[in-house]
């Protein structure tokens, strides 16, 4: 009996240790049905001003170039198909100023905190999985980027995007002033504490050039100037020169923008974006998404 009791002992554990063996392969499988997702959901921040310290403690937890494993960093679920913004296609005045001459910084998805920017953009204003969403990290070496995107990976959202610094929500609502002072607000506007700013194109001009981005993110350093984004005084002053506008690393490639040279800018309605290496990417790019819908609409018939 005693023979019998250890060989069921042993078969027991057997059978335990093959479980617990098989449990990591069932969690990767799980994360692999999920390395495809499209955020359909504006995650709103009370303000991001890319220099706090509850973001810095975070990175020291999440480093944004490691996914192997699920974090807070990553989406727990799987969304529904893009859908083309009600920012991008609102329409608004259709004729907006320049602003001239503003110094122009560069930012990318994933940035490591160090010198005037001491956090990381492993999320936006209005994405919470930003970092994840773009597909990995935006490198700005030249020499890891080909075409305007990185050599590693072709990112899931458009790789020409910027920041201006003004965020319309805040604690989860929208601001007071945001009706007023946004040309397209009463276009695109949906419910309170969502955005109507993402994903809105812009011009930018730097020499003999003229580049086309969305706006996926707030700062540099303010969220709450209004006065300058969509009215007439110049950017408020800061700890790089005044700087006004950031951009990615695309735009900086196609514009041949140094770190701190001075751009003018404007708000562009999706209409008036011409075709060019701006088009090409991106589950969030109006380009790209209305060319699956037409396909899909041949593809039905």
């Known amino acids: 009996m005693i023979l019998g009791l250890a060989f069921l002992a042993c078969v027991f554990a057997g059978y335990s240790g093959k479980a617990s063996a098989e449990s990591p392969d069932a969690s990767s499988t799980g994360f692999g049905l999920n390395r495809h997702l499209e955020v359909g959901v504006n995650y709103q921040q009370s303000v991001h001003h890319r220099k706090t310290s ?13 996914h192997s494993h699920r974090s807070s960093e990553e989406p727990p679920y799987v969304a529904g198909p893009p859908v083309i913004s009600r920012n991008a296609l609102s329409g608004g005045p259709g004729r907006y100023n320049w602003k001239r001459d503003i110094v122009t910084t560069i930012f990318w998805v994933g940035e490591r905190p160090g010198g005037h920017n001491p956090v990381p953009n492993l999320r936006s204003s209005w994405d919470r999985y930003w970092s994840y969403n773009y597909g990995g990290y935006d490198n700005p070496d030249a020499g890891s980027r080909r075409n305007f995107i990185p050599v590693k990976f072709v990112p899931r959202q458009n790789p020409f995007y910027f920041a201006l610094p003004y965020n ?16 397209w607000f009463n276009q695109a506007f949906v419910r309170s504490g969502q955005t109507v700013l993402k994903d809105r194109w812009i011009a930018v001009h730097h020499g003999n050039r003229v580049c086309y981005a969305q706006w996926e993110d707030c700062g540099p350093f303010r969220t709450d100037d209004w006065r300058y984004v969509f009215g007439d005084e110049r950017p408020r002053p800061n700890l790089n020169q005044g700087a006004g506008l950031d951009v990615s690393p695309a735009v900086r490639d196609y514009l041949g923008l140094g770190v701190k040279d001075a751009c003018d800018w404007k708000f562009v309605e999706y209409r008036e974006v011409p075709r060019g290496p701006w088009v090409m990417y991106g589950d969030n790019n109006t380009f790209v998404i209305q060319r699956r819908q037409s396909s899909e609409r041949l593809a039905g018939r």
């Open 54 to 66: 509850h973001k810095a403690k975070r990175y020291v937890q999440h480093h944004p170039q490691h």
């Open 168 to 183: 319309d929500v805040e604690g989860g609502r929208t601001k007071r002033e945001a009706s007023r002072v946004i040309p």
